[in-house]
């Protein structure tokens, strides 16, 4: 039996991992439970599984963790504001099922000196397929990292066809039900982009060994190439319970949590080169990640600042990434990397961003 915490509830990961625990009692008891700001919605959760623990906002959340006994943290909390309870889970000793890919990113050298080996478990289902089919090599054997994309909303589309989205455009995502910041971010690839950082922090492997391909069906949901030729893919039909569950009690799998492909129906899978041109976000993102630092957190926080504007009207979509270029152009890191040089840094960032968004 394991003592889960979950972070972010209330939001798509969480409610699916809900899912998860429900349909296997004997193997997890829910002990925690935290959300940004829906308090009916976790008071509902919370007397569903009979869950004595919980809170409501980030420094809260933190504090959760640090006060609850629990085998696992999933955090699925959405943005940098989780950087606290990854910090926390970790150096409370507890496994972290990261959601969060975005504490990772930001922490960086924090986080890692924060964790013990194999105390991060991805749930993103990119990086935890690469986990899966690592298991098949040792890391001297790994060639590259293949990181798929679906391509999102505008997959094939030009540069020039880019300029006229609306939010309603960008938020019809033809594969995954997510939020709006991260349903945005897969159409602009950003957060492609930082699901490559994140490749390179989790499984230590150099940048300009990580690719990222199109592969619209979203079935094959990364794959790894060994120097002998061979690669390991990991495929099934989308659905996040399977990343969760694994997360949960990795390295063990789940009964039943997904449905198997079906092997009996003629089917075709594509896979396509990126187009860097029309989406730029990845190779900038590989770009901050070779200066790491402080650069990650100002490329996240200034996205983020970004999408609000593009989702209220003040900024076009390609606006986004041109403006989180030009604030990460104009970043100078501090001498240190601490988590006070890391809020710093996302201030300055996100006021950066305003101003330009402001001056467009």
Known sequence: MRRVIILGSTGSIGTQALDVIRANPRRFELVGLAAGSNAAMVSEQAAQFQVEHTALGAAEAEQLVRDVEADVVLNAITGSIGLGSTLAALEEGRTLALANKESLIVGGDLVLAAAAPGQIVPVDSEHSALAQALRSGTHDEIRRLVVTASGGPFRGKSRDELTAVTPQDALAHPTWNMGRTVTTNSATLVNKGLEVIEAHLLFDVPYDDIDVVVHPQSVVHSMVEFIDGSTIAQASPPDMRLPISLGLDWPHRVGGVGRPLDWTTATS?????????????????????????????????????????????????????????????????????????????????????DQLIAAA
């Open 269 to 353: 899978w594509t896979f396509e080169p990126l187009d860097d041109a029309a989406f730029p976000a990845v190779a900038l993102a590989k770009a901050v990640g070779r200066v790491g630092g402080t650069f990650p957190a100002v490329y996240n926080a200034a996205n983020e600042q970004a999408v609000d504007a593009f989702h209220e009207g003040r900024l076009p979509f390609l606006g986004i990434v041109d403006t989180v270029q030009r604030v990460v152009d104009a970043h100078d890191a501090p001498d240190a990397l601490t988590v006070e040089s890391l809020a710093a840094a996302e201030d300055w960032a996100r006021r950066k961003a």
